[in-house]
């Protein structure tokens, strides 16, 4: 289960980082404005502030791509990756409100997503987010793209590590273990083998569960246990 979490969270910062261009650069009609429009949109101050280098190579792309008439899949490859990255190396130092805000705006889209097309969960776990993205109201996506804004800013001005990795340990295993209790132990939550479509849902709503299972930690303990579940097995972080 651990593992499975943190190849959603690497898949979830590929798929919000990518809809940044999706979603508002196609709004930016004005050459000479785009600079200025491309700040009104939630966590591109910060990327302007702390990631100049790449914020003024995404600026240059989008004005190339208004020059061409608004084709954005080539601002998404060039650039996607590495704010990718960026953000995988951030949350691990994010504040507790911080990850609280990154995995709250994802419960309710996985719940979502085992009510009505459990089969983006398997999706999202095999790398492919375009079913999960498609599912999610403008609301829950403007609560990613602020909860990036927080991850970034709070890792640059007060970077905080995962401080006690033995409470992690212990809080993941016990919540683990009621989500495995709870939906059965013959489920295979990679989804690396082919599952029947209520297989697929409860997939779904056991990584909605882990996930609120960790918010309902004391917030010091669920930013480490979030922090825990993204450092991967044989990966862990240093103390």
């Known amino acids: 289960m651990r593992d499975v979490v943190r190849i959603l969270v690497i898949a979830a910062a590929l798929l919000v980082l990518a809809a940044l261009a999706w979603k508002w650069i196609p709004r930016f ?24 280098e790449l914020y003024n190579q995404i600026l240059s792309d989008t004005r190339a791509a208004i020059l061409r008439g608004g084709n954005m899949e080539e601002i998404i490859a060039d650039n996607g990756q590495q704010l990718a990255a960026l953000l995988q190396n951030d949350l691990p130092l994010a504040s507790p409100e911080a990850t609280s805000a990154f995995i709250t705006s994802f419960i309710h889209v996985f ?17 492919d987010d375009r079913c999960m993205w498609s599912l999610m109201s403008p609301a829950e996506k403007d609560d ?12 640059r001005t007060n970077p905080a590590k995962l401080s006690n990795q033995k409470q992690a340990v212990k809080d993941v295993g016990r919540i683990s ?8 132990p013959d489920i295979d939550y990679t989804a690396q083998s082919p599952l029947t479509d209520e297989e697929k849902k409860k997939v779904c709503f056991a990584i909605a569960d882990l996930y609120s299972g960790t918010l309902k930690l004391p917030p010091e303990r669920s930013s480490d246990a979030i922090k825990y579940l993204l450092s991967g097995t044989g990966e862990e972080p240093q103390q």
């Not at 009609?29 to 502030?49: C, D, H, M, S, W």
């Not at 085992?114 to 089969?119: F, M, Q, R, T, Y």
């Not at 990613?144 to 890792?155: D, Q």
């Open 29 to 52: 009609y004005n050459y000479y404005t785009a600079g200025e429009r491309i700040l009104q949109v939630p966590a591109f101050p910060e990327i302007k502030e702390f990631y100049p």
């Open 111 to 127: 719940e979502k997503a085992g009510d009505k097309d459990p089969g983006c969960c398997v999706d999202l776990i095999n790398g």
């Open 144 to 155: 990613v793209l602020r909860a990036i804004a927080l991850i970034i800013r709070s890792s």
């Open 177 to 184: 273990s009621d989500v495995v209790a709870k939906y059965g």
